[in-house]
């Protein structure tokens, strides 16, 4: 795949202050740039990197006037980051997209698939699932009994969906992926064993969801485990059973839902945050890495720390923390010099 | 499947107020009820919620009271929640079990398969395997060489089984788990580099035990990974190499257990705990969630925080923790009153 | 397989005490030690045991001397431990390699398929890989369009590989890992949801590198995700989009690393460390268990703590910090001895 500067100009609607009909067949990092690759600048903080960058030509914002002499072709455009978007869109549309039923697969006479339908060897539809319009399944999945896949979702590789899981439009599933699990349900008994609570529940994911690989989502006990739309998980996420999150939350990698809880609408879990069972986390609440949330939290906070609190009152806290030393220390010439009035 | 209040009631041994004809089809929460199907109350907590329900019946304690009137046709039980937990066993046992081996799929002429077995499509059962009786191998699953999964044992799809682990009796392994995967070891060399461990041991998992999915298990390096009788293992969990866990242990998910470590019976460590490596966790003892254990833990303790301690001094110190800017401030006061003192 | 002890005491150049005759098929811990196998004794913290041993033979260091009477037959080497690997070593290289392509499997006319290569039932290799000679590439792994997998490489059960991955030479992925999976890249858009970045980078593993258990390296955004040679990666462990990891660093079961940061040569990080974005962290760096990193680490240092800092300051704070409730009942003592002073 190659295009001049002038037709990506073109197409971006950009002003091009160079070489017109440079050839470019790829992108790269400005500090990586390579000749015939594009970069972008779009982050001020990166600008020393046009002066020297190899790369054959840059996407910049329409206002960036350089300080020094460039070598490599610039385009302007009204916003370099979006524009650079624009062209990871074009790349990825272009790549072809699988379609048809390979062989072997396992398909049950019962179930329902859509037009346009990539299934890949290996994969197992079982009986009764519904699979609608452009959906692709690739290779090693399993969509258990009774499932729906709505239309132009994507299940990426060796994805687990048991039995009866609703998954909305657009949605994208990475590979290894398991969605409806058992919930972790059990009750002690007397002598100290666990009888398994029977998991009935379901799990439903609403539209434009993308879930990370190897993230778990678990059916709920009863009623439904519910993503709502336009979530994004990352990799390696748990959500236990009966969790229901709000729309267009983001979670990063190796966070941890408990059960029952609710995570709000727009909210932003960063890496390895771990919510405490039947809790309410709010609207738009940010949980800062590896925070630790065991008590409600209301609309539009930002909690952070090993036990969650409020982050301005934590980075207070934190501030002592990391100088306890010199308290500890402090307190002790306070006795001392107690000890000193007192004795005089 | 639908049932009358009548069938259901008599199948619980209740007593029935209200429409003995009314037909349910499902359960739901009684906060989420709706017509047709059944609801319990067990928790106080949630008693407003029966004056206001749209399910069609209610399961209730036999001692409970109205105090307004209520809607819903009552069921009356000794214990709502066991007999929920009935009611959900009867649902789990009303769905039909697969049996027979799916085409394609791949068996070891070596393999020696027992009565009843479901061996999904797409599975691999490779040389010198045994599988009980009742077993039932989900699609995509890898049963790794000279393997012994014992009778009635269930394997989700896509679990991976690695050569010579032994699985007991009613287990059940979910989507995605892999057991009997190297442990992490390596010697350093002089250069830096790392030379691997081989990892000859293997896993042993006892009767009675569930695994969640996408945990991971590793073998031992001699001997035997062991998780013990009745142990229940939820999603995205990491036990390491020579790890043995005690009977009726439950681990939340996230958890992970470093290498040569072992766990009692009857623990519970909550979500994201960390066990580190060559440690002894005693019988009965609690990690509240994220505990970091970093020393042995004695019978019957319970402990808590980032390096893990006795959880009643952890409170304490957490107590003051949470006060360090307000400490912090009494500290400098004091300091100005003894310097005030002194200057007198 | 069964070897007497004069055979496994001339492979490995010892010295025999004892019965040279003894026919060892097994090793074994030597606290669980039994008739047939063969212990090792290294740290002299276990020597005890070696009194009490059942096993039949024990290599020792050649400058072991007992203290009390030993049952077992030992056999002396320069260095136990090197010499238990070696025998580990051999062990492993006796089991027989698969070869060959096992049916069913899907593999693309346009892939190229080295020599002596094993593909196990259920793969599915796609367009235009490359696949080098001795790879072994278990059942139901998905090798992605145009990846390359270079000699002796091992892929266990169940790995997906997005398209245009690199894998070098003589690395082993355990099962149910994930390399290549879209980086989590979005736009937040005015009315707040978001819009994916297509990530069009992808992954680069060096060699002799391993990977653990359902663990998921995500590609670049652009450019490429980089696993430098050596580098030892444990069970659930995440790297996100554009990091790049040095030279024989090693990271413990459920690390994370966010996206673009950059860990040097010679690292260890243990378990559960979280490394945020945009980080630098230096070569030769410690990062003990659970360590949140959030700001660059300079080369040589050891770092721990929730918010981590400098290993040897923590330690000194976490001293004061275990002693808060004392610290606090003394500035209250303080407190009240200066008011008595006052009220002198």
Redo the contacts between chains.
């Keep these: 795949m190659e295009f001049t500067v002038r037709q990506i100009a073109a197409f971006l609607g950009g002003e091009v202050i160079g070489d017109h009909d440079l050839k470019i067949n790829n ?3 400005i500090e ?1 740039g390579k000749p015939g690759t594009l970069s972008f600048l779009a982050n001020p903080k990166y600008e020393s990197f046009i002066y020297e960058t190899k790369s054959s030509a840059v996407l910049v914002n329409r206002d960036f006037k350089p300080s020094h002499q460039i070598q490599a072709t610039l385009i302007k455009v009204p916003d370099a ?2 524009a650079l ?1 624009q062209l ?2 074009m ?2 549309q272009s790549i072809p997209v699988k379609k048809g039923i ?1 062989i ?1 697969s ?1 398909i049950s006479t019962t179930a329902n698939i859509g037009t346009d339908v990539y299934v ?3 994969s ?1 539809i079982a009986d009764g699932v519904k699979i609608g319009n452009n959906v692709q399944i ?3 999945c ?1 969509i ?1 009994r009774d499932s729906v896949i709505a239309d132009n979702t994507i299940i ?3 994805v ?1 969906i ?1 039995p009866d899981t609703r998954i909305g439009k657009n949605c ?1 599933v ?3 992926a ?1 969605i409806g ?2 919930g ?1 349900g ?2 002690q008994q007397e002598d ?7 998991q ?1 529940g379901n799990v439903v994911i609403e539209d ?1 969801v ?1 879930i ?3 993230s ?1 989502i ?1 059916c709920a006990t ?2 439904s485990t519910i993503i709502h739309k ?1 979530v ?1 998980i ?3 996420v ?1 959500i ?1 059973h009966n969790v229901e999150v709000g ?2 939350t ?1 979670m ?3 966070v ?1 839902v ?1 059960g029952s809880s609710t995570v709000g ?2 909210c932003q879990l960063a ?2 945050v ?1 919510i ?1 069972g039947h809790l309410k986390v709010g609207n738009n609440v940010t949980c800062t ?2 925070t ?1 949330v ?1 008590s409600n939290v209301s609309d539009g906070k930002t909690v952070m ?3 969650g ?1 409020d982050a301005s009152r934590y980075r ?7 100088n ?2 010199e ?2 220390y ?2 002790n010439q ?2 001392k ?2 000890k000193n ?2 004795a005089e």
């Design positions: 992108v790269s990092k990586e980051y979006k978007a990871m869109d790349y990825v390979e072997p396992f890949g060897a290996f197992y690739h290779p090693q399993w258990g990426f590789a060796g687990k048991y994208i990475h590979a290894g398991v699990s058992d972790f059990f009750a100290g064993t666990y009888k398994k609570l029977h009935i434009d993308e990370g690989a190897n778990t678990d009863m009623g336009g994004k990352d990799n390696l748990q236990a729309e267009n983001v990063a990698a190796q941890g408990a609408k727009n890496g390895k771990g405490a890495a590896k630790g065991t720390g090993f036990y609190i207070r806290i934190n501030a002592v923390f990391r306890l030393p308290l500890f402090e307190v306070l006795k010099e107690i009035i007192k």
